[in-house]
């Protein structure tokens, strides 16, 4: 059997050929015979550029109904997708392309930078100028087959941050994508009529498997927002019936005087991951639209790891119960599962779970007991009745607007002004982005280290998400008995920042 994931998905898209699949915010659509159509002439155009068997596509590209046919192209050809975040900046993109090693690298924008061309391999453009990836596609001849694959061959490497060196690729098979993607759409009860409101980048996991895979395994339209827009999201939810979103964008909408129990009858679920759901936003957004938000559990490593059940109690503050096929438990240091209330290590086993991390075989023994089960990094508690509740984070992870951000990064740059001796990059409670970024910072002999000087300073280094919010100065940093400095200490003490 061939294991290939874009054949589950091609076998819908010629089913609902004449239905439509993307419902554009300019009012275009696209069918899922278009789609289908797309994903043939790209596969030719991956298969021109020597993609076969194993072979990376790093895409950083703007979300389009192309870019979806780019990811599903690259698995029909046999070859590995790579998302990047379109806010990377050159020099951060040329880490992924050292590490991935793509056969090629398709970029929204058209103009060139040798700094981040790869080595040995083509780069196309995806944008709405010299767009030679559309070019290519005119030219190309449909490529038909499916190639066959194993459900443990790779289908992603999806680049996840840790605490510690570099960011990391986690190595997503066929088999877990597709056990993941049928698994949602059985606990989500995934109905034939559902139109799935769509505002996630599709860099991500949420938003290119979670959300998507539910639509285009049911053969059902989704509304394909370019970004996250209020005003948009609340003129489509009428038409919907369906929304996924990190916590942001419910804080946001509960912002909107319009939104209201009217604007929202036609929605039958909405959903929330990426990042910690406040009780505060639960309750509100249950009072202004009745309806109780489904918060579920996932990372890269795991696409979704539990949910809150379709029918039943959503309890705020939960993230559920375990998918079917998959087991969690909370476990102390020696990997035993803990009693009932008791908090633990958050670990993980199941056909979710991936293969490991890219060319890193130390750092994937580091995470994995023997057992099989994977260690999360996060700090969890179950009930009585199974239900997980996450705590908190073993590790300095923030996670701000659904995004994660590796503090070390940031403070690298940062010890790099000359205003600075040292820095501390953490995360507090946000109102709007579940955390914000802070650099807490001691200054060279004195100077003062403003926000605007340290903005300009990380412009062209590093993404948008990633700058901090707010700078802290501090006659020094707190640390233990061994030097490390105590974040869990700042992040108590600047707790409020935000409030």
């Known amino acids: 059997m061939n294991a290939n994931f874009a054949g589950d998905l091609e076998a819908v898209f010629a089913a609902n050929r004449n239905h439509p699949c993307f419902r554009l915010a300019d009012g275009g659509v696209w069918t ?4 289908l159509d797309a994903v043939s002439r790209l596969a030719g155009v991956l298969a021109g550029h020597g993609v076969g068997r194993g072979d990376r596509v790093l895409a950083q590209v703007d979300k389009t109904p192309e870019a979806v046919a780019l990811y599903i192209a690259t698995l029909k050809v046999g070859g590995v997708y790579v998302p990047l975040n379109t ?3 050159p020099p951060e993109v040329e880490y992924f392309i050292a590490d991935a090693e793509p056969r090629l690298f398709v970029r929204t924008s058209s103009a060139t930078d040798s700094s981040a061309a790869p080595a040995n391999s083509a780069m196309l453009t995806l944008s709405t100028e010299g767009d030679s990836l559309k070019e290519a596609m005119a030219a190309a001849a449909p490529f038909d087959a499916v190639v066959a694959r194993q459900a443990d061959d790779l289908a992603a490497l999806v680049y996840t941050s840790g605490t510690t060196g570099r960011s990391k690729g986690a190595m997503l098979t066929h088999g877990n994508i597709r056990s993941n993607a049928h698994a949602l759409r059985r606990c989500w009860g995934w109905r034939d009529d559902d139109v799935l409101l769509h505002a996630l980048p599709l860099f991500h996991v949420h938003g290119l498997f979670i959300a998507l895979h539910c639509a285009l395994l049911g053969g059902t339209p989704t509304v394909f927002l370019p970004r996250f827009d209020a005003g948009e999201v609340l003129r489509w939810l009428p038409r919907s019936t369906v929304m996924m979103g990190v916590p942001t964008f419910y804080s946001r909408l509960l912002n909107q005087p319009q939104l209201n129990r009217e604007r929202c009858a036609g ?3 909405f959903i929330s991951g990426s990042a910690p759901l406040t009780e505060a936003t639960f309750h509100a957004w249950e009072a202004r639209t009745g309806h109780r938000i489904l918060e579920r559990y996932g990372m890269s490593e795991t696409i979704i790891n539990t949910s809150n059940p379709l029918d039943g109690e959503r309890l705020a503050g939960t993230v559920g119960l375990p998918l079917p096929g998959v087991e969690v438990r909370v476990a102390g240091e020696d990997g035993a599962s803990l009693p ?3 908090v633990g290590m958050v670990e993980v086993c199941g056909e979710n779970v991936f293969k490991g991390y890219w060319r890193k075989p130390a750092k994937t023994a580091e995470e994995f007991r023997e057992d099989g089960f994977f260690i999360t990094g996060d700090l969890g508690v179950m009930d009585g009745a199974g239900r997980l509740s996450i705590v908190g984070r073993s590790k300095d992870l923030i996670i701000t607007g659904g995004y994660n951000v590796y503090p070390k990064e940031v403070e ?7 205003e600075v001796a040292e820095s501390a990059v953490i995360g507090v409670p946000h109102p709007d982005f579940g955390e914000g970024v802070v650099a807490v910072v001691v200054a060279s002999g004195g100077a003062a280290v403003s926000l605007e000087r340290m903005s300009a300073h990380l412009h062209e280094r590093l993404a948008r998400f990633k700058q901090p ?6 006659p020094s940093l707190p640390r233990n008995s061994m030097g490390k400095v105590q974040k869990n200490r700042l992040r108590a003490q600047f707790a409020n920042l935000f409030a």
């Open 32 to 35: 899922f015979g278009d789609l």
């Open 87 to 89: 806010a990377y900046t």
């Open 267 to 269: 929605v039958r679920l």
């Open 340 to 342: 009932p209330g008791e």
């Open 412 to 418: 690298v740059l940062i010890d790099a002004m000359d």
């Open 469 to 474: 919010k707010l700078v802290v100065q501090v």
